[in-house]
């Protein structure tokens, strides 16, 4: 339990921190600065400078949307604790190596039978796959369509050039000079 807990206010602080970096909602749903783009090149733009300045707003709407579909199927919920149940069970509770009929399996195939494992229990037992692919199908057709209607500021584009784009704050250096110029509007 002592873990647990642990782990609950890590993630508690860290969906805060995600929360605190977040652009303001009121701007971010500001009506006045939604028109539809004159073209796809312009559109295209719009997404770009928009999803490197809303980022963080825009994985908040991501986690929403899928926390609305998984509570819309709670036997899906059901699975995907289960399945956390079995990893932290085989990693956290037992990080020994398993012995199965005599035979003992290390870290490595503990990994690639729980990876197989939760595979084929997501993919093909369950709902699990599906729901989870519709929830981020969702999000991202709303991210599209909000990036391509509202006309980015000039200081989204200063702060999306400066943070390295979209993944620009959640990656180290290697990253941080693959950014690309938004394409002119014809």
């Known amino acids: 339990t002592q873990l647990a807990t642990a782990a ?4 508690r602080e860290a969906g805060e921190n995600l929360v605190k970096q977040s652009k303001p909602w ?4 500001d009506r006045h600065a939604m028109s539809r783009p004159a073209s796809m090149g312009e559109a295209v733009g719009r997404i770009r400078s928009n999803m490197g300045y809303f980022k963080i707003n825009y994985i908040i ?3 929403t949307t899928t926390l609305i579909f998984l509570l819309a199927k709670p036997q899906a919920i ?3 604790v289960a399945l956390m149940a079995g990893w932290m069970y085989l990693f956290v ?3 020994n190596p398993l012995k199965i009929g005599g035979r003992t399996y290390g870290y490595q195939e503990k990994l690639l039978g729980a990876s197989a494992g939760t595979f084929v229990i997501v993919f093909f037992f369950t709902n699990v796959a599906s729901i989870l692919l519709s929830a981020m199908a969702m999000s991202m057709a709303g991210i599209a369509i909000h990036g391509a209607m509202r006309v980015p500021d000039s200081f989204a584009d200063e702060e999306t050039a400066a943070g390295g784009g979209f993944l620009g704050g959640l990656f180290s250096s290697p990253f ?4 690309a110029a938004a394409p002119a509007a014809a």
């Open 8 to 11: 609950a206010g890590r993630v």
């Open 93 to 95: 509770v037992n990080p």
């Open 61 to 63: 709407f991501t986690v």
């Open 176 to 179: 941080s000079g693959l950014t």
């Open 78 to 80: 059901f699975w995907l």
């Open 26 to 29: 009121s701007e971010f749903a």
